[in-house]
């Protein structure tokens, strides 16, 4: 893979390691301009260090990072005046209010707009004339957030952005994103939740272990969907008229229920259930987390990663 | 259903050990070496006196009167064991009680403001088991410096022909109950306030009074009866190392009674008031719409930001310096007269020419501006430590700010925390010197202040390589060690008769006395040289490796 200027973000063959299997290894990302990038992965798996590497705030062993077109080491201070960054971890900041906290970083950035704090301050519910230090973690979260959108970056690089909000906050913040791309920005965001990805996703990148392991559009990524139906039928039926179905796996018959998973055309199966008189069906899309778990099983990265 | 386990008993001590494990092998190792060697030092300056110890100790006695006000009694100088006692031992609850006031501060209410506290208490640990185990870990770390330190007196003592084992480190443990009562003191005070800090602030000014009190308690009239209430006045009624003293068991019963009540005080006001919330909050105001400013000039700088987010904290060190340096220089006259009264300090003045007694006493005034600058650096150090591991450095980095801005910053935030403290504490020193009639110079004022600015920058770009290379609590413990070696060598140096080389290393040395002369270019050079290496150096090192956590 090469770097292209006209990416967002792009990586090749990044590496950061950290020793004892941690770190991020090769990864190979290109994140387009005007799209909503989503990195999942489960807790420990390597996506704060390898947002931290488009930051440079660490530096990679191998490969090269490109922010905006400009190397993520050299250009970094021309990147950061570009980009909107809410860290994982909330930093703390005893002693002084929220606006203190929002005004420093407005200032370092040599000001902001005072009526876009304003609006975000407002839209987010958001008292900034409280201390710092006394706000819950979710209106801490709100203060970081502020901060990220306040100066109406390009790029915003987003580190779990809705731990700790409420759903309405959540709904706000979808909002949000929304009218950014709107505006031509892209938006890269790391989450462990899936569904929430879903929501406001153009195209999504799975790393597990340190290892990217799947990057496409939702819609590829829906090539491995599948549905999950369920059926009461009135005639007891084998499991082996199931077995030489196309598609059909997991079947599980209990009495007169059969419930089992279908990729690809529903009719042979629809066909066999109808032979034993179908009483009712239903039938859902699983999910992407449900894809995920499916694919690569269920997350158990603990210390790997970062 | 598995049983409700207890929580593992006394598992905090354990915890309280391993947290301060730095700190006391620091202290003991440090502390060790300074009273051994401050005890070769004074067996030196027994021998090489004109008539001995018998001879210095009514001249030394005469001083320490004039000056008793910073430290007292002073009795049997003429023996080892009085004149360490005097010299070394009367500061060390002093020195001990500033790390015991931060650590009781910090050890509930600085836990809880970290978010480490909830965890703990979730755990089934009642407060006041949380509060006792913590303090039971602090005075095992005491007891740690204890042993330390008294080993190291007890060397000294035996090197000097007098040797007291149990008696050095009875002395040492009375020292460190005593410091224990500022920790207990630390701990309650912590229970009313908004920060740790703000405790660890007052307690420390608290104690400074009582030092101060107690070593003039018979001249305070009145409120002379307040004595009792100072864990430094039991420590003075025990002195085992001191000839016609000895052990007094009723103070020493005191200095553990005085620290039990504290903390039995300490528990209740915890058992009284809500989590994460000081016991004097206030109620919480009905919500009004504001409409809060929140561009201002000073917040475009790192620096600026962080001497107005730091200013209560600024405010209490100029305005302690201040104090302090009024004191000292109202003792002018007091000392002028007894120095009068001593040929070899007349001709020991001589050796400046063109220095009145008043400009050599007042820049002896000024002399301690050195070691001010350089606490105050050293606490800036740790905040920047502080900064890391809060996240603020990663917040503040992905701005467009870079690694070289920081530090730079950094360094212009600590040089004009510096001045602030040094022209308070001038300021203070002239008005304690006009009001007694005292002349000043004021060319000698400008050359303390310019000096103590290139002091404060040279120790805190020290810091600054430490923190870029270490990026943990390593690098203000080290600074800490620096600073003391530093001083350590250039009280040393002239009293072993060490090559001039060798002081020059120590940038207290380099600091010279600045009221009453142009320091040496030899050490303005290692100054300057300090600080531009050490910015440039610090620069380099968080750029090449710029991690955050």
Redesign the interface.
């Known amino acids: 893979m090469a770097l292209t200027k006209s990416s967002a973000i792009a990586c090749v063959q990044v590496t950061k390691d950290y020793g004892r299997g941690r770190g991020v290894f090769q990864v190979d990302l290109d994140v387009r301009r005007g799209e909503v990038f989503g990195f999942l992965g489960p807790n420990g798996a390597g996506k704060t260090t390898t947002i ?1 590497l488009f ?5 990679p062993d191998l490969g090269q990072v490109q922010v905006l077109g400009m190397d993520a080491r050299r250009d ?3 990147i ?2 570009r ?1 909107g ?1 809410l ?1 994982g ?9 929220a ?2 906290v ?11 707009d ?1 009526a876009r ?1 304003r609006l975000l301050a407002d839209r987010f519910n958001l ?3 409280r201390k710092y ?1 006394e706000l819950s973690h979710g209106n801490k979260q709100k203060v970081a957030l502020v ?1 990220a959108f306040m100066h109406e970056p390009e790029l915003l690089i987003l580190d779990e952005p809705t731990l700790g909000l409420d759903p309405l906050m959540q709904r706000e913040f979808r909002g949000l994103i929304g009218e950014t791309i709107k505006s031509g920005a892209t938006v890269f965001l790391s989450s462990h939740v899936l569904s929430e990805v879903q929501q406001v996703c153009d195209r999504v990148g799975l790393i597990r272990d340190g290892r990217l392991v799947q990057v496409g559009s939702l819609e590829e990524l829906r090539t491995l969907r599948s549905h999950r139906v369920e059926a009461r039928i009135e005639r007891a039926i084998e499991e082996s008229a199931f077995r030489a179905l196309p598609g059909v796996s997991e079947t599980v018959i209990t009495d007169h229920t059969v419930s089992c998973t279908v990729e690809g055309p529903m009719a042979p199966l629809l066909h066999v259930l109808d032979s034993a008189g179908i009483v009712e069906l239903d039938s859902h899309e699983r999910s992407l987390e449900e894809v995920f778990f499916a694919q690569y099983g269920t997350p158990e990265a603990a210390g790997a990663g970062r | 259903m598995r049983s409700m386990e207890r929580p593992k008993r006394l598992a905090l001590v354990a915890d309280t050990v391993r947290a301060n494990r730095l700190s006391l092998a620091l202290w003991a190792g440090a502390g060790a070496a300074t009273m051994y060697a401050v005890a070769i030092m004074l067996v030196r300056e027994f021998s090489t006196y004109p008539g001995g110890a018998k001879a210095l100790a009514p001249t030394v006695e005469a001083a320490a009167e004039a000056l008793r006000v910073l430290r007292w009694p002073a009795e049997r100088l003429d023996t080892l064991g009085g004149y360490l006692t005097y010299h070394n031992i009367l500061l060390l609850p002093l020195l001990l009680g500033i790390y015991c006031a931060i650590a009781g501060a910090q050890a509930v209410r600085g836990a809880e403001l970290r978010g480490s506290l909830e965890g703990i208490l979730a755990t089934g640990i009642s407060r006041t088991a949380l509060v006792l185990e913590r303090a039971l870990g602090f005075l095992f770390v005491l007891l740690g410096i204890t042993v330390g330190i008294g080993l190291g007196v007890a060397a000294g003592l035996a090197a000097g022909g007098e040797p007291d084992t149990w008696g050095a480190l009875v002395t040492t443990g009375e020292a460190a109950l005593a410091a224990f009562s500022f920790y207990t003191l630390g701990l309650l005070v912590s229970q009313f306030t908004r920060s740790a800090r703000t405790a660890a602030g007052l307690t420390s000014l608290v104690m400074a009074v009582l030092f101060v009190f107690t070593n003039v308690w018979d001249q305070a009239g009145p409120i002379a009866v307040a004595r009792f209430i100072s864990p430094f006045f039991y420590f003075q009624q025990s002195r085992v190392l001191v000839p016609g003293h000895g052990f007094d068991p009723v103070a020493t019963l005191m200095l553990v009674v005085l620290p039990a009540l504290l903390l039995v005080a300490a528990t209740i006001a915890f058992e009284r008031r809500d989590y994460a919330s000081s016991l004097s909050a206030r109620r919480a105001r009905p919500v009004v719409a504001r409409s809060v400013l929140v561009q201002r000039r000073w917040l475009r700088t790192w620096w600026s930001a962080g001497l107005v987010r730091e200013r209560i904290s600024l405010l209490a060190w100029a305005a302690g310096a201040a104090a302090f340096a009024a004191l000292v220089s109202s003792l002018e006259p007091t000392v002028r007269e007894m120095w009068n009264k001593l040929e070899f300090i007349q001709v020991y003045l001589a050796q400046t020419p063109g220095a009145s007694p008043t400009d050599q006493y007042l820049g002896f005034a000024c002399s301690t501006m050195a070691p001010l600058a350089a606490a105050y650096a050293a606490t800036h150090v740790a905040g920047w430590v502080g900064d890391l591991k809060q996240g603020r450095v990663e917040l503040v980095l992905t701005s467009p700010v870079s690694w070289s801005r920081l530090v730079g910053e950094r360094l212009t935030g600590l040089a004009v925390g510096v001045a602030v403290v040094t022209v308070s504490a001038l300021v203070g020193l002239s008005l304690g010197a006009v009001a007694v009639g005292a002349s000043l110079r004021p060319d000698g004022l400008l050359r303390v202040a310019a000096d103590s600015v290139l002091f404060g920058i040279a120790i805190g770009a020290v810091g600054a390589v430490l923190v870029a290379r270490l990026r943990s609590g390593l690098a203000p413990a080290l600074l800490t060690l620096f600073i003391a070696a530093s001083y350590v060598l250039d009280l040393f140096a002239p009293a072993f008769s060490w090559p001039a080389w060798v002081a020059r290393l120590s940038v207290f040395n380099s600091f010279g006395q600045p009221y009453v002369e142009v320091p040496e270019l030899a050490g303005l050079v290692y100054l300057g040289a300090l600080a531009l290496l050490g910015t440039i150096l610090a620069a380099a090192l968080s750029q090449r490796s710029p991690k955050v956590a």
């Open positions: 931290r930051m440079d705030l660490v530096r970094s201070l021309a950061k005046r980009v960054y860290p971890e909330l930093a703390q900041f005893p002693g002084v209010t606006a203190y929002i005004g420093l970083l407005a200032g370092l950035r040599g000001g902001v005072p704090i008292d900034l004339g230090e901060q």
